[in-house]
Every structure is written in C-alpha cells, then in structure tokens.
T-cell receptor, first 115, second 113 residues
C-alpha cells in the first residue's frame, strides 16, 4: 500500500514539553509539507522540503522545527516556544504534474492537544 | 489573509440537488485545485485546472476558472449523502513556481438524505 503515514493519530502534551510528530511516505515523492489546521479553518503551511537535507519555512514556522535526513521521512517537532500548539497537523507530499504544477497527497493527520 | 477564500462557509442541500462552491484568490496563479476533506481526515485531491483553462469536468464535478475575476467555482451535480465533507480550493501562486499550495478556509457541505 503506497501512501503517507502519520503517527500517532492522537497526541497529548504537557505545557512546556517538546513533542515530535512522525510522517513517513513510500510514494517516492521529493517534496513534503507540514500544515496546521485549526477548527473550522483552512490549512496553514508550517514548513516544506523539496529535497533531502533542505527545507524552507512556511507561513507559521515559529515554534516548530523539522528535519529531512531521509527522502521518506519528514518529522515535525512542536517546541515549547509554540504558544498555542493544540491543533490538527497534516503532512503531505507532492508530485510534479508539469512546470509549476504539483498535486498533493495527504496523511490522515495527528490531533495534538496540550493538557 | 488567506490566498483563497471559499464562499459560502457552509452549505446544506438535499440529496439529488446540485452544490456550488466558490473560491476567490488574490495573486496571479499557475493553477487552482480543489480538495475534499472528510471530518477528522486528510485531504484528497479532486480536480486541477490550469490558468489557461476555463472549465474542466470530472465525473459529477465541474470546475470553472475566471482569471480576470480571480475566482473559481466547483459544481457537484446530483449530490449524494456521501458527498458530505469540507471542500477547499488551493492555489499555486506564480511567484512560488508551483512549489507550494495555499489553501482557503473551506466550504462545509452537508447533503441530507
């Protein structure tokens, strides 16, 4: 089965703790993304990576960090500097469909709750 | 503010009716896509329309794009209860060379049996 796997599905964190969300893909896609979704809202881009060992900040990168040591894996760390981390986190990868055109494939998400 | 803004925010219809959702965006785009999200799940790609296209069909879906008005619409014909989901438009701004997608806030569609 090809796809994107996010784990865990639900995650609880105490205030002040760092936590890492896992994202693995076996689609052989070069590009991967992390989005945050708050209730009733759209997706906001946190970080993205177009190739191994390289990544760029998205629109809301403060309080988050990522690494891209392997093509298949793009973990997201939510640090204690993120003041409002409770949200639904979505990982995606993409394939190019032509010049300047990509199609995104999403994992099933991780719901993070700060307790 | 979001690059894409969907309208309406919520839509409730009866099975068999058509559902129309609109998306407006601000900057020049390379292409526009529509995605669907079932509650608490990831997004699934539905259809893509390039900036040089005006209309595209896929099964019960029809997408239009008006680049002069910076707007797009998604029409779902003969809706079914299983179409109940949130629908998002996503744009690829030209200045990003298509390397990232910017999503709107979505339309929550409810199809009543």
């Amino acid at each position: 089965d090809g796809g994107i796997t996010q784990s865990p599905k639900y995650l609880f964190r105490k205030e002040g703790q760092n936590v890492t969300l896992s994202c693995e893909q076996n689609l052989n896609h070069d590009a991967m993304y992390w989005y945050r979704q708050d209730p009733g809202q759209g997706l906001r881009l946190i970080y993205y990576s177009q190739i191994v060992n390289d990544f760029q900040k998205g629109d809301i990168a403060e309080g988050y960090s990522v690494s891209r040591e392997k093509k298949e894996s793009f973990p997201l760390t939510v640090t204690s500097a993120q003041k409002n981390p409770t949200a639904f986190y979505l990982c995606a990868s993409s394939i190019p469909l032509g010049t300047g055109v990509i199609e995104a494939f999403f994992g099933q998400g991780t719901r993070l709750t700060v307790v | 503010s979001q690059q894409g803004e969907e309208d309406p925010q919520a839509l409730s219809i009866q099975e068999g009716e058509n559902a129309t959702m609109n998306c407006s965006y601000k900057t020049s785009i390379n292409n526009l896509q529509w995605y669907r999200q079932n509650s608490g799940r990831g997004l699934v790609h539905l259809i893509l329309i390039r900036s040089n296209e005006r209309e595209k069909h896929s099964g019960r879906l029809r997408v239009t794009l008006d680049t002069s008005k910076k707007s797009s619409s998604l029409l779902i014909t003969a809706s079914r209860a299983a179409d109940t989901a949130s629908y998002f438009c996503a744009t690829a701004p030209q200045e990003t060379s298509g390397s990232r997608l910017t999503f709107g806030e979505g339309t929550q569609l409810t199809v009543n049996p």
